[in-house]
């Protein structure tokens, strides 16, 4: 293992290990000591990396409050507070955010519906602007607290971005900031359709984040309703299954997709760490 101090290779393995397990190892070099955990986000957590995982998981995708979430654990014979959870949550969602946006660069399909939906901060209701693509597939999600042209904008340089190329066409509600918003950040080739009637993917899409919110009765402060909306639609989208009629997928292989999915994203975040 390289020394996280002096990027030295000579580091010896040490027999001792810290209180929760990790290895730890000499450097010659620096003549300092770390462990496996050592320059990584993780470092000087008193639970295991694994807890941190779950709770920040368990956090994002169940509808449990921080109170549900502490208590889960304590079960398990990890005592930490409410508001320990809120902080992993903070620290670590947009790392796992930033991961699976980049896994799913270059995916998103050639017709994008677009839409808002209402988000409730500080008692105040916001904009979560939101896009899927002819499968279902997220394409991106953006917090604004207005619903205008400084908000489209963004929204779609942002979502481009992530997918990494324009789409063919784009379907909205028809609000007026959304022609010269679409025009000016994609080009005037992108056709814009304006249809309650075709926009209905979309606005069946967002009951996932406005059932997982409702429990949760608004948000703090933006910046903490943005990191988790996003980090909520990322990671609704990387477990999301493509079944259809004739195409059904049975419970066995749900659950083998799952917990392959599941161990798949945690050596994604403890590699990157």
Same mark, same amino acid.
């Given at each position: ?5 002096c990027? #030295?290779?000579? #580091?010896?393995k040490?027999a001792?290990k810290?209180?929760l397990?990790?290895?730890t ?7 300092r ?5 050592t ?8 639970v ?7 709770v ?13 979430? #502490?208590?889960?654990?304590?079960? !398990? ?5 409410h508001?320990t959870?809120?902080?992993w ?14 896994? !799913? @660069? ?18 105040k ?10 499968d279902g597939?997220?394409?991106d999600?953006?917090l604004?607290?207005?619903r205008?042209m400084?908000a #489209?904008?963004?929204?779609f340089?942002?979502a481009?971005?992530v997918?990494?190329?324009?789409? *063919? ?5 028809g609000?007026r900031?959304?022609? +010269? ?6 080009g005037?080739?992108?056709? @814009? !359709?304006t249809?309650?009637y075709?926009?209905n *993917?979309i ?6 984040i ?6 949760? @009765?608004?948000?703090g ?8 909306? !996003?980090a909520?639609?990322?990671?609704? *989208?990387y477990?999301?299954? @493509?079944?259809t ?15 392959? +999915? ?6 994604l ?5």
């Amino acid at each position: 293992m390289n020394c996280p101090h002096c990027a #030295a290779s000579s #580091a010896k393995k040490r027999a001792k290990k810290t209180e929760l397990g990790y290895a730890t190892f000499f450097c010659p070099g620096c003549r300092r000591t770390f462990n496996e955990r050592t320059g990584t986000p993780f470092n000087y957590l008193e639970v295991p990396t694994d807890v941190v995982f779950l709770v920040v998981f368990c956090r994002l995708r169940y509808k449990l409050s921080l109170r549900d979430v #502490a208590e889960m654990f304590l079960e !398990r014979g990890f005592v930490f507070t409410h508001e320990t959870v809120r902080e992993w949550e903070r620290r670590f969602a947009p790392l796992m955010t930033d991961q699976l946006r980049t896994k !799913r @660069h270059g995916r998103g399909g050639r017709s994008w519906y677009v839409d808002e939906t209402y988000i409730k901060v500080n008692g105040k209701w916001c904009y979560l602007y939101r896009a899927v693509d002819e499968d279902g597939n997220l394409v991106d999600s953006r917090l604004s607290e207005k619903r205008n042209m400084d908000a #489209a904008q963004p929204f779609f340089k942002q979502a481009i971005a992530v997918v990494g190329h324009t789409p *063919q066409q784009v379907t909205t509600d028809g609000h007026r900031s959304y022609p +010269r918003a679409i025009g000016e950040t994609m080009g005037n080739d992108v056709l @814009h !359709r304006t249809s309650a009637y075709l926009n209905n *993917q979309i606005e069946q899409d967002h009951r996932g984040i406005k059932q997982r919110y409702s429990s949760m @009765h608004g948000f703090g402060n933006v910046v903490s309703a943005a990191r988790f909306c !996003r980090a909520f639609d990322e990671l609704r *989208q990387y477990f999301r299954l @493509h079944a259809t009629t004739k195409n059904a997928i049975s419970l066995a292989q749900r659950r083998q997709i799952f917990r392959e +999915r599941l161990v798949a994203l945690h050596e994604l975040i403890m590699l990157v760490s």
